[in-house]
Nanobody
C-alpha cells in the first residue's frame, strides 16, 4: 500500500555533501515513522537515521553531527542531509516506512571517493 522512491544519490568527494529524498505514496496515513538505512559491500544493513510521527529522531553513532533527517509532511517526503561525507559512508541507502508492516524503497547509491 505504500510506495517509496529514493533519489539524490551519486558520487561525491570526501568532505562533500549530499541530500537524499524519499517520496512516499499510497496509504500515507498508516505510516508511523520513516527511516534511512544503508548497506555497504560486505556489511549488514544498518539503521542510519529515524524520525517518528511525533518528531523524535535517532541516529547511528557514526553519523551523529554529520547527517540530519527531516520531513515535509505536506509533500510526503523525508530527507537525509549528509555532510562531511567519508569514504566509509559509501553504501546503498534505503528508505523505510514503518506502518502495519514495513515498506522499503529500492535504494540509491552513494559513493564517497576522490
Amino acid at each position: 500500500q505504500v510506495r517509496l522512491v529514493e533519489s539524490g544519490g551519486g558520487l561525491v568527494q570526501p568532505g562533500g555533501s549530499l541530500r537524499l529524498s524519499c517520496a512516499a505514496s499510497g496509504s500515507i496515513f498508516s505510516i508511523n515513522a520513516m527511516a534511512w538505512y544503508r548497506q555497504a559491500p560486505g556489511k549488514q544493513r544498518e539503521l542510519v537515521a529515524k524520525v517518528t510521527n511525533g518528531g523524535s529522531t535517532n541516529y547511528a553513532d557514526s553519523v551523529k553531527g554529520r547527517f540530519t533527517i527531516s520531513r515535509d509532511n505536506a509533500k510526503d517526503t523525508v530527507y537525509l542531509q549528509m555532510n562531511s561525507l567519508k569514504p566509509g559512508d559509501t553504501a546503498v541507502y534505503y528508505c523505510k516506512a514503518e506502518s502495519f508492516i514495513d515498506y522499503w524503497g529500492q535504494g540509491t547509491q552513494v559513493t564517497v571517493s576522490s
